[in-house]
């Protein structure tokens, strides 16, 4: 079975500071997709990133890059000159293809931009 | 831009009530999901669907049911409410092919 670790559950930074958010996962597949989503306090959840597991390239949004690293199964994410609208809960995610396109969640780390 | 919307937004139940959540999605997306948001748990997936008139089990399914009578609704159904289903409800659609899931705003569903 496919599992998420999240090994930080909280985290805190100064405002503009780059911080990085760690996630690994197990897996037997070869074709799946990673995601990173984003809780802030209104409870949406939005999407951050998305990186295919085929593409050796890191993906990239503005601020935010991944370190995708498949034979380790490592997935952490970066976020730059980072902001207070930064807060939130950030959720690494897992999907397999053709699997019904369920996707297995991490725990989450809380972030905390501090001014 | 409506997106995936949930209905109701907040609801206090007593234990043995019955209720209907409600998700609707006007993106025309094949694939329904209802999860659930507990503290230190991340999301759950209860129940899915990928498509009219299809339902499948979860991760945990037990003490809920849905529907899918149309492309665009799938309702998560409560027969008996139980305190341990005191939980934030997200509902997400999604096309095929590994794309990202569209969530609503969640539903806060306390169980007394």
């Known amino acids: 079975a496919q599992t998420v670790t999240q090994s930080q559950p909280e985290m805190s930074v100064q405002e503009a500071e780059t911080v990085t958010l760690s996630c690994t996962y197990d897996?037997?597949?070869?074709?799946?997709?990673l995601f990173w989503y984003k809780q802030p306090p209104s409870r949406q959840m939005i999407l951050v990133i998305r990186q295919e597991a085929y593409k050796q390239q890191n993906a990239t949004e503005n601020r935010f890059s991944v370190n995708f690293q498949k034979a380790a199964k490592s997935f952490s994410l970066k976020i730059s000159d980072s902001q207070l609208g930064d807060t939130a809960m950030y959720f690494c995610?897992?999907?397999?293809?053709?699997?019904?396109?369920?996707?297995?969640f991490g725990k989450g780390t809380r972030l905390h931009i501090l001014p | 831009n409506a997106g995936v919307t949930q209905t109701p937004k907040f609801r206090v139940l007593k234990t043995g009530q019955s209720m209907t959540l409600l998700c609707a999605q006007d993106?025309?997306?094949?694939?329904m999901y209802w999860y659930r948001q507990d503290p230190g748990m991340g999301l759950r997936l209860i129940h899915y669907?990928?498509?009219?008139?299809?339902?499948a089990k979860g991760e945990v399914p037990d003490g809920y049911n849905v529907s899918r009578l149309k492309k665009q609704n799938f309702l998560l159904g409560l027969e008996s409410a139980a305190p341990s289903q005191t939980s934030v409800y997200f509902c997400?659609?999604?096309?095929?092919?590994?794309?990202?899931?569209?969530f609503g705003d969640g539903t806060r569903l306390s169980i007394l």
């Open positions: 897996t037997s597949e070869n074709n799946y997709y």
């Open positions: 997400a659609s999604s096309p095929p092919g590994g794309f990202a899931q569209h």
């Open positions: 993106m025309n997306h094949e694939y």
């Open positions: 669907s990928v498509g009219e008139g299809t339902t």
């Open positions: 995610a897992f999907m397999t293809l053709n699997r019904d396109d369920k996707i297995i």
